[in-house]
């Protein structure tokens, strides 16, 4: 296995930033009313503007596979054409669709050299599982670059008009045409956008990151379902994937829109994850005073200063003063959130040579981690 260095880091996020005032007139209002909800998942998220791929009329425009692909083209130059790309590996949660595959869509878009593509499915840790992906390809000699990609298109999923028949359904019950909170969630938590990271055998430029390791682990084998996507949970809270519907209850249910279980997540997304992060320090023998730089990918500023309590708690604490966090101003991207943290970190001259860099991506679908070590060289 021969050393793998990240040399450059993109990003793209469409349109003009959003502000928490602004929302609704992007997104629309659920059965013409404002929401109950809203207020309060802002004020505990702390997230001021986010990017969305809609026009204020809520129109798309772009597709999950464009806001890569223009991710990616961000990567040429300086020496680099996109023809000499030999892999290309894309994580997602909001795909274009089920076929064909999100990596063969964002080849498509990008319309250069035959190569090869992995596709990720998953949630947040898709990026850093397409990372791993390009990183092992590289490492191996298989390939000499690779590029991953993380990328979100949620925005449109969450427009009013797809939880209208959900809400004229309660109405005919005579019940509060309000959406359930786990539905309504994530309406104030998700934005659209895209990061793209280049992968080579040697460093490149005056700066570049050499991958250390890179870890993930699913807890799925503990822990129910706690964010999802084309299905809901019974009375029984037991998972239905969308097969086991009628096409009306389809809409009716809005079962193609993301939700979660917020009491599940708050239970569970912070223990689970800083022990598992124990785990990896003790093995890689990593003392956590080596760590100059934390990148945390969380959905919210809530969760900053509990996760760190229990790293402290657990004996491997990292000072706040090395946290470095974008999401107030970019937003919560999902699988392309930890790029666009690492992007802005290097933007922004933070990092110099012989510092390390801590990446912690946590995913609530049914709880998957992953953690990188970056060097700077």
């Known amino acids: 296995m021969r050393d793998v260095f990240i040399t450059r880091v993109s990003g793209f996020l469409p349109n003009d930033p959003v502000s928490n005032e602004d929302m609704e007139t992007v997104l629309g209002l659920i059965g013409g009313q404002r929401s109950r909800a809203r207020g309060i998942v802002l004020r505990n998220n702390g997230i001021r503007q986010r990017h969305y791929a809609l026009d204020r009329a809520g129109n798309i425009t772009h597709t999950n596979a464009q806001l890569a692909a223009q991710a990616v083209r961000a990567l040429e130059g300086d020496g680099l054409a996109l023809s000499e790309l030999e892999v290309l590996a894309c994580g997602t949660s909001s795909p274009d669709q089920f076929l064909p595959s999100h990596a063969a869509q964002v080849h498509g878009e990008l319309g250069h050299a035959p190569l090869e593509i992995m596709s990720m499915a998953g949630a947040c840790c898709s990026g850093m599982h397409a990372l791993k992906s390009a990183y092992l390809h590289v490492a191996s000699g298989m390939a000499r670059n690779a590029v991953a990609t993380g990328s979100e298109l949620t925005g449109p999923m969450m427009r009013a008009g797809n939880f209208e028949q959900e809400t004229e359904r309660y109405r005919e019950l005579e019940q509060d045409p309000i959406i359930g909170f786990e539905k309504e ?30 870890e993930s682990r699913s807890f799925a084998n503990e822990l ?82 509990k996760l760190h309590d229990e790293m402290v708690g657990q004996g491997i604490g990292i000072p706040l003063d090395k946290w470095f966090v974008n999401l107030p101003q970019v937003g919560n991207v999902g699988s392309a959130s930890i790029f666009l943290q690492l992007r802005d970190l290097l933007a922004g001259g933070l990092v110099k040579k012989g510092q390390h860099v801590l990446l912690m991506v946590p995913e609530s679908a049914r709880f998957s981690y992953a953690f990188a070590l970056l060097t700077a060289v």
């Open 185 to 214: 969630f994530l309406r104030w938590m998700l934005s659209d956008g895209a990061a793209a990271v280049l992968l080579e055998a040697a460093p490149r430029g005056p700066l570049s990151l050499r991958l250390e390791w890179i």
């Open 224 to 305: 129910d379902v706690c964010m999802y996507s084309g299905g809901d949970k019974d009375a029984e809270g037991r998972f239905q994937g969308w097969k086991n519907y009628v096409p009306q209850d389809l809409a009716s249910r809005s079962i193609f829109t993301m939700k979660q279980d917020v009491k599940l997540l708050s239970r569970n997304i912070v223990p689970i994850g800083v022990r598992y992060l124990r785990e990896v320090f003790e093995r890689r023998k990593l003392d956590p005073a080596r760590v100059d730089h934390m990148l945390v990918h969380y959905s919210s500023m809530f969760f900053r200063d």
